[in-house]
């Protein structure tokens, strides 16, 4: 009988421990306010990683995650170095050839970032033609600029770099995602910046993972639904946007 009970132990330790895991996460940590470091504590914070831990707590796992620059999210992605990606990342056709993703957790869309003194010279993507645009490399911002005829655009490590780009005179429109504009005009705007008041290309962010992971894609998604049908999900939100 002490044999029967043993076994079972080790069977029902082996049972938990399967389900139990350190989930690597990879950021970009310039991305306020879904990602950043938080200047007093020196902690990475932000709505992504709040909501990636609250995925992670309610499957019962642990996460462990990664500054590094958002140009090499998807390829330590790919060659194993981190499980998933939760860096504001846009779910588009060409990064789905390379990663897969779980479904959207946000919806975003992308806004033009100009000099208040510019603002009625610049409505649209039409009327920057010919201009220097700021981006952050490897973001669909920067994709958008390539796509303004006879643009220079100029791509920086972090968009912070972008929007001192802009207030210095060194391009005429910074383009990123709304939320990000938005939250860095509340925090740090000092009245010189402003948006054009449209939102473009309405887009949505998924976690990466590695082409073919199936199973932590499922996981992950179960999360996500977890956090939304018990509140988490809406507390995170509003603690970062506001109510929605």
């Not at 007093?40 to 019962?60: H, R, S, Y």
């Amino acid at each position: 009988m002490k044999k029967i009970l043993l076994s079972l132990a080790v069977a029902a330790a082996m049972v938990t421990g399967a389900h139990a895991a350190t989930i690597n996460v990879g950021t970009e940590a310039t991305f306020a306010p879904f990602e950043f470091m938080d200047e007093q504590t020196k902690e990475l914070t932000g709505f992504d990683m709040e909501i990636i831990e609250a995925v992670a707590k309610e499957m019962g796992d642990d996460v462990r995650i990664q500054n590094m620059g958002f140009d090499a999210l998807i390829p330590s992605l790919q060659t194993g170095i981190i499980d998933v990606t939760v860096a504001a990342m846009t779910i588009t056709p060409e990064r789905q050839k390379r990663v897969d993703f779980t479904n959207p957790y946000y919806q975003s869309g992308l806004v033009i970032m100009v000099r208040k003194d510019d603002l009625r010279k610049y409505k649209d993507f039409n009327s920057l033609e010919g201009t220097r645009l700021c981006a952050q490399i490897g973001t669909t911002g920067a994709m958008m600029a390539k796509r303004v005829k006879n643009a220079k655009v100029t791509e920086f490590n972090s968009i912070t770099e972008a929007f001192m780009e802009l207030k210095a005179k060194g391009c005429e429109a910074v383009i990123n995602d709304k939320p990000v504009v938005d939250y860095y005009l509340a925090r740090r705007g000092d009245g010189t910046v402003t948006t054009v008041p449209q939102v473009f290309d309405a887009e949505h962010y998924g976690m990466a993972v590695k082409q073919g992971n199936k199973a932590l894609v499922e996981k992950l998604n179960e999360g996500l639904k977890r956090i939304r049908d018990n509140g988490v999900y809406d507390k995170i939100y509003a603690k970062w946007f506001g109510a929605h």
